[in-house]
């Protein structure tokens, strides 16, 4: 079963600073991965989904797949303490529901 | 965006007893699951559900627990009986297909208290 792994666990960054984010999944089976954001006490909001390497972005939101080193990252440009959250991943394939991650939480000082 | 709607948000029961936690998908879904969140840990797969039947379910889901959408009404997680591991939020999710391109829409969950 595909494991997914995110770090770091936590992040600060100030308001405007970009903040980056990371996700590595445990084999290539998955073919799409999306990053998912949860305010504390929300249930999970899409931000962006990604297919194939290279980069897509939705906003200020970037997401980077490079499948063969089996990482996804999300870039968060202008980050906003409105947006200090927990960040999921989550990867899955034609077969299976998908997987998250365990999360980082952002924080955003203004 | 599409709303997934979770009914009660808090639902506080005795160990042993039985308890529903009911979910109101997207109306043209066709796809239901269930994730488990214990409080400050990660969103763990519980089940999927199509057309009446289970299509997946992790090792999580035990034998006490049970999904159904009578009639198309609510899809509902049911755990007979509770134990004190229980206690977590439950996510209700629904997308219109199953392939990996679809996107599961997610409720604000229901926080479960078993005593």
């Known amino acids: 079963q595909q494991k997914v792994q995110q770090s770091p666990e936590s992040l600060t960054v100030s308001e405007g600073a970009m903040a980056s984010l990371n996700c590595t999944f445990s084999?290539?089976?998955?073919?799409?991965f999306r990053w998912y954001r949860q305010h504390s006490g929300k249930g999970l909001e899409v931000l962006v989904s990604?297919?194939?390497?290279g980069e897509k972005e939705e906003g200020r939101f970037t997401a980077h797949l490079n499948r063969a080193s089996l990482h996804v990252s999300l870039h968060i440009r202008e980050p906003q303490p409105s947006d200090s959250a927990v960040y999921l991943c989550?990867?899955?394939?034609?077969?299976?529901?998908?997987?998250f991650g365990a999360g980082t939480k952002l924080t955003v000082k203004p | 965006g599409p709303k997934v709607l979770q009914i009660p948000s808090h639902q506080i029961i005795d160990m042993g007893q039985m308890v529903t936690l009911n979910c109101d998908p997207v109306?043209?879904?066709?796809?239901f699951y269930w994730y488990k969140q214990i409080l400050g840990q990660q969103m763990e797969f519980l089940v999927n559900?199509?057309?009446?039947?289970?299509?997946?379910k992790s090792k999580l889901f035990k034998d006490q627990f049970s999904v159904e959408r009578p009639d198309g009404s609510y899809f509902t997680l049911k755990i007979q009986p509770t134990a004190l591991e229980d206690s977590a939020v439950y996510f209700c999710?629904?997308?219109?297909?199953?392939?990996?391109?679809?996107?599961?829409?997610f409720g604000s969950g229901t926080r479960l208290t078993v005593l």
């Open positions: 989550a990867t899955r394939n034609n077969n299976n529901a998908p997987r």
């Open positions: 084999d290539g089976t998955s073919d799409n």
């Open positions: 990604i297919f194939s390497d």
């Open positions: 109306s043209n879904h066709l796809y």
């Open positions: 559900f199509y057309n009446g039947k289970v299509m997946e």
């Open positions: 999710a629904s997308s219109p297909g199953h392939s990996s391109a679809e996107t599961l829409y």
